[in-house]
Nanobody, 130 residues
């Protein structure tokens, strides 16, 4: 019954912007750290960004720092990834994920590993054209 559903992916020209959404259902994720990962064929999932359960701290991969912003609206049980200045190298399937909800830690490099998360969405495709 617990689901994370990503939306907002699509095709955009280099330099453009997209905002991804991750809507949770089946339970509340107000006390979970929420992360975004991305994956291209033949590669492992790559960490993108994470926001703490309280929303008061964030941590980003160096490759997206300054271009992407993660945020959350707990009233809507939704997490967002605002992606600006998109590059072709950003092309990937983007996944949102939630941790166990029992860590209660700030966002840090701890959350860069896939094994830190218990719940995953199905992903949404982002394609950045040249």
């Amino acid at each position: 019954q617990v689901q994370l559903v990503e939306s907002g992916g699509g095709v955009v020209q280099a330099g453009g912007s997209l905002r991804l959404s991750c809507a949770a259902s089946g339970r509340t994720f107000r006390r979970n750290a929420m992360g975004w990962f991305r994956q291209t064929p033949g590669k492992e999932r790559e960490f993108v960004a994470v926001i703490s359960w309280s929303g008061d701290s964030t941590y980003y991969a160096d490759s997206v720092k300054g271009r992407f912003t993660i945020s959350r609206d707990n009233a809507k049980n939704t997490v967002y990834l605002q992606m600006n200045s998109l590059k072709p190298e950003d092309t990937a399937v983007y996944y949102c994920a939630a941790d166990s909800g029992r860590i209660y830690a700030g966002a840090s490099a701890y959350y860069t590993g896939e094994d830190r998360y218990d719940y995953w969405g199905q992903g949404t495709q982002v394609t950045v054209s040249s």
